[in-house]
């Protein structure tokens, strides 16, 4: 994590990690169809320990749960401290919904997968 990121008593925003957790759970629900998805909710989050400058973020993500139109995504956070060690700093799940072109949410395992080239 960079100085940039930091708040006046020099830990990390959590603003910074939520975006990262945002990021991570799209790549996470990407794996169940390359579909358009969008963050419906996130429904908890829970700041267990604080990240420092320097350190480094590691992000853990799997499915706990597939719905007609949305996946239930759980994420980890966990820290390098500078010292070598490893904490989990943060905990969250949420909810990714695929979407067609309007906006609307589509059944995603229905559809039909673009091949690849």
């Not at 990021?23 to 969008?38: K, M, T």
Request: charged content about 25%; proline content about 3%.
């Amino acid at each position: 994590m960079m100085p940039r990121d930091t708040n006046h008593q020099g830990t990390i925003f959590g603003g910074i990690i939520l975006a990262h957790i945002d990021q991570a759970g799209y790549i996470e629900a990407r794996r169940h169809g390359l579909h358009r998805w969008v963050t419906a909710c996130i429904d908890r989050v829970d700041f267990k320990a604080s990240v420092h400058t320097g350190e480094v973020i590691e992000l853990k993500t799997r499915t706990i749960r597939l719905g007609r139109t949305s996946v239930a995504i759980q994420v980890l956070v966990d820290a390098e401290r500078l010292d070598g060690s490893w904490a989990r700093v943060t905990e969250a799940q949420m909810t990714m919904v695929a979407v067609d072109d309007a906006g609307k949410a589509m059944p995603f395992r229905d559809s039909p997968t673009p091949e690849a080239h």
